[in-house]
């Protein structure tokens, strides 16, 4: 996915608003073991300045960022990656 | 894989969001179960804020028939209701807030003979007493600690409220504290003592809060420790209690080993309207 990296899961937000982008998220990482990484497909605006910030608040890692070019997102996340 | 619906996600976002719940706890809270005794002051309050919070099965205990005097603050009933039995009138309520809760009603009054069938029909994992007399109080406790279910204890009058949480092990009982019925008749029922109708909303609310911790493991219980609110002086204060290793229930060599019938109070033997 994103800058190549391997993903192991992958959730797509650009079709829910605040707070469901959040909830998406979040839901999706429960899924996953700690250091393992999420793609996250998100839209321009409330949800890229949100949920990275909501996703640090909560301890996970954001690896990258990258912009389509149809203005969405790619976000690449590891889960807990801040607490390791 | 979450097993919740994007319906789901949707009704319990701010659940979700919070840290301390997730999609995992919103889970434990749908698989949760609940019995509320007593569809009154705190029952209301409490009741609906579970159903609210998706607690998945929700027991409602309640012999008593909706009076107009109840709806000054019993708020889970309506007008219309009055007359309809209380634990009726209360699973429509729920149904209508969430469709997710599997509501279980127990048209009777608890007594040592029926209690721990009623806690046994669906293995209920956390036990609120709402009730508004002292005979069900002890008898909650005492079939509470004999099989070994956490519960939350309150009571209000006027403008006074208190509650307490009982878990198994992990410290007092209700009996810890008040070891004996009071004599008959020297203390007043919400009946002849007036009752602020918010009352039950602050301490079934907190009886509800306390149920939803328990549920999801989070946070510090009310174990230990009594709290008492009131509402004139808007005081709070939170005392705390040891548990006592002579409780006649609870502790090291109990002298209460079955449960037992306390008279009611004349008062409160009221027949179904």
Do not use: W
């Not at chain 1, 839901?27 to 890229?48: M, R, S, T, W, Y």
């Not at chain 2, 007594?111 to 109080?137: C, G, M, S, V």
């Not at chain 2, 005492?142 to 209000?156: E, N, Q, R, T």
């Not at chain 2, 609110?229 to 939170?238: E, N, S």
């Amino acid at each position: 996915m994103a800058d190549g990296m391997k993903t192991d899961a992958n959730v797509d937000i650009t079709d829910v608003v605040c707070p469901m982008t959040f909830v998406k998220v979040k839901v999706a990482l429960e899924d996953l073991n700690d250091g393992q990484v999420l793609g996250v497909h998100l839209n321009d605006g409330e949800p890229i300045q949100n949920v990275p910030r909501s996703l640090k608040d909560e301890g996970h890692k954001v690896l990258s960022v990258r912009k389509a070019a149809d203005d969405t997102y790619d976000l690449i996340v590891q889960k807990n990656g801040l607490a390791q | 894989m979450s097993s919740l619906t994007n319906e789901q996600l949707e009704r319990y976002s701010r659940h979700i969001i919070l840290k301390q719940v997730g999609g995992k706890g919103q889970e434990k809270l749908l698989n949760g179960k609940v019995l509320v005794i007593g569809t009154g002051g705190l029952g209301s309050p409490a009741a609906m804020y579970l159903a609210a919070a998706g607690v998945g099965t929700i027991g409602l205990v309640d012999y008593d028939v909706v009076d107009l005097s109840n709806l000054q603050r019993q708020i889970i009933h309506k007008t219309s209701s009055v007359g309809k039995n209380k634990v009726d009138s209360g699973r429509a309520t729920i149904e209508a807030l969430n469709p997710d809760v599997k509501v279980h009603t127990y048209q009777e009054l608890v007594r040592a003979d029926n209690i721990l069938d009623i806690i046994r029909d669906q293995d209920y994992d956390f036990l609120i007493d709402a009730t508004d007399n002292f005979p069900a109080k002890f008898l909650i406790n005492d079939a509470c600690v004999m099989a070994k279910k956490p519960f939350s204890h309150a009571g209000i009058i006027r403008f006074q409220g208190q509650t307490m949480t009982y878990v198994p092990g992990q410290g007092p009982c209700y009996r810890c504290v008040f070891p004996e019925m009071p004599p008959k008749d020297a203390v007043p029922t919400c009946r002849e003592a007036g009752i602020i109708g918010v009352m039950g909303g602050v301490i079934g609310t907190l009886q509800a809060t306390e149920a939803i911790k328990y549920i999801l493991g989070i946070g510090d219980l009310l174990t230990g420790y009594l709290l008492t609110y009131d509402a004139l002086t808007m005081q709070f204060r939170k005392i705390k209690i040891p548990r006592n290793p002579n409780c006649p229930v609870c502790g090291d060599h109990p002298t209460v080993t079955k449960l037992v019938d306390y008279e009611q109070p004349a008062c409160d033997l009221r027949k179904k309207g």
